[in-house]
């Protein structure tokens, strides 16, 4: 319910005075004093979290008159609790309607009967509290009034679900053309309350990545009803937008929270698969229980490449990864075959390369445009090793940190850690003079794995690392334990596993009883909903590749 604000303004000091006001002292514009008991209730901040102040010794409180606007202020006489008494001296009749706020200098206006001020129909996510109240009161009554200050605005909390973008901004509008943002006037007698905007649009200050974990976006909105609920809009940093509408009566609450249902894009789940001299993207909603090609919407053939990094044709095959990254709109592809490249989807564009990358297994991209490469065994100089580059420099290895059968390195931004992979070891780098002409990565720690032959690792969500090769684990970050994977149990060669803990999905390619023309290689891509199965859900299958790893665009 809207919470109904109670605020006022007392007098009488003493007994005496209040018992010697008569009609003409009453009605009179004088000095009276005013004893008024304020309090705090508590108010929510952008990430649904309770407030509860208490007045300190030196605050200050104020009082304002909403017939003129004139404003008093005075010190709490009981410091360090919720609500306090505090005594004004205000020159008003005996009867008036009084406004108090906090914090005292917020941009409010009093006067001529009304309060104004904005909820801004622009907002960034973060939440600026008022808190409000009014009453009309008896100024020469001797038992004084309560004032309860309470946080104004209704809060939307907006739930954006897991999926392959970035957030860039959420806007709300109201079904039935209410307004909900904007200029707000109240009546200060009967609280009636008018907004004059139509929508509230939230544009975070750094577009929030969805890939690994959903979001949720506060917008404060003025506490209305809407007649016939409202609709969602949320655009990503790539120029696309999806809605979640309902259309169900909705009434916002001054100081309470709405929560919605999940926004989530309807795009169905498409899948990367890497292999021989080729990467393709399919829908899987179109090949699932089938052959791949029945879902194939997008293909690149790595001979495409040979001029840009000087290889023969025949070198331009043994692609072992094809990693989505900024949202899946740049692809980094290794090969076996010593290479790596950083393509664009769209254009199909070499934005970076290297063939320094000895029997590069698996790429990730850094902040500060910066990519590490996992170079697996071999008895070059080159081989055992996670490489360094920087994407303006193709082919010039910055740094080199020696790591037994490289072949998965990881991202987290949650914690700013590279996590790379080899044998069985997982090392934890963190970035060292990055913003320089010289980066590093500086090896913070080495974690042993409870088996070898590690073959690849992803990030299932912020905190939860899959180590796959010789069965699989889950590896909490925080609590640095593994956690066994039944499903993979009589596995020994899992080439690669992507596993999603929102929705208990799994992809994976298994190599444990080989497909095609290679030892290492599968035709069959795996698709489960529950890691402690016995067997697969279902598969797809690529009768034409030498298939090593499949990514997922988006599940």
């Known amino acids: ?31 009276r004093a005013a004893k008024v008991n304020i309090g705090f209730n508590r108010y929510i901040d952008a990430n649904g979290a309770f407030t509860q102040l208490k007045w300190n ?4 409180a104020i009082l304002r008159l909403a017939s003129d606007g004139s404003s008093y202020t005075a010190t709490p006489i009981r410091p360090g609790q919720t609500s306090s008494l505090f005594l004004f001296t205000v020159k008003a009749p005996g009867a008036a309607t009084v406004v108090s706020y906090w914090p005292v200098d917020a941009p409010v206006t009093v006067g001529a009967g009304k309060v104004e001020f904005d909820i801004p129909a622009t907002q960034n996510g973060t939440i600026t509290p008022l808190l409000l109240g009014h009453d009309r009161q008896a100024l020469s009554s001797y038992e004084g009034c309560d004032i309860s200050l309470s946080q ?57 990545d969805c890939t690994l974990d959903g979001i949720k976006v506060a917008l404060q909105l003025a506490p209305v009803s809407l007649s016939a609920g409202y609709t969602i809009t949320v655009n990503t940093s790539a120029g696309h937008s999806f809605n979640v509408v309902s259309n169900d009566p909705a009434k ?36 699932m229980g089938g052959s791949y090609k029945s879902g194939l919407e997008w293909t690149w053939n790595a001979e495409d490449a040979a001029k840009t990094l000087d290889v023969a044709a025949s070198r331009c095959d043994h692609i072992d990864d094809c990693k989505p990254v900024e949202n899946g709109s740049k692809i980094l592809v290794t090969s076996s075959y010593n290479w790596c490249v950083l393509l ?24 500060g445009n910066r990519i590490v490469v996992a170079c697996s065994d071999g008895s070059s100089s080159n081989h055992h090793q996670v490489q360094l580059y920087d994407i303006a420099k193709p082919n010039t290895v910055l740094q080199r940190y020696t790591l037994q059968y490289a072949h998965g390195v990881v991202w987290s931004e949650n914690n700013k850690r590279l996590y790379a992979a ?16 010289n980066p590093q990565l500086k090896l913070e720690k080495t974690i042993n794995t409870p ?48 596993y999603n803990p929102a929705t208990s999905e799994l992809w994976y390619t298994d190599a444990t009883k080989p497909e095609g023309t290679q030892s290492w290689s599968t035709q069959t891509l795996r698709y489960s909903t529950d890691y402690t199965a016995s067997k697969e859900t279902s598969t797809i299958k690529v009768p034409d590749m030498d298939v090593y790893k499949v990514r997922v665009l988006n599940w």
């Open 451 to 498: 088996q070898g032959s590690v073959h690849d690792i992803t990030l299932a969500d912020a905190n939860t690392l899959v180590v796959a090769g010789v069965k699989a684990y889950l590896f909490d970050m925080n609590t640095e334990s593994f956690t066994e994977m039944p499903l993979f149990a009589a596995s020994t060669q899992i080439k690669s596993l992507n």
């Open 344 to 367: 664009e989807r769209e254009t199909k564009n070499i934005l970076f390369h290297t063939t320094q990358a000895a029997n590069a297994h698996s790429a990730e991209l850094l902040p």
């Open 1 to 31: 319910m809207i919470i109904n604000f109670l605020v006022g303004a007392c007098l009488a000091f003493s007994a005496t005075a209040c018992s010697d006001d008569d009609d003409k002292d009453f009605n009179a514009v004088t000095e």
């Open 152 to 208: 104004f605005s209704a809060l939307m909390m907006v739930n954006v679900a897991r999926g392959n973008y970035s957030v860039e901004s959420v806007e709300v509008r109201a079904n039935g053309g209410e307004n909900i943002a904007g200029h707000i006037t109240i009546d200060a007698d009967t609280w009636a309350i008018n907004a004059s905007e139509p929508s509230v649009r939230v544009t975070l200050p750094t577009a929030a």
């Open 57 to 60: 010794a030196g605050d200050k």
């Open 422 to 437: 080899g044998h069985n070891q997982l090392q934890v780098y963190s970035l060292l003079d990055w913003d320089t002409e």
């Open 252 to 287: 916002l609450m001054s100081g309470e929270i709405l929560y919605t249902s999940d926004a989530s894009d309807s795009e169905p789940p498409h899948l990367l698969i890497g292999g021989t001299d080729k990467v393709h993207i399919i829908n899987v909603a179109q090949c």
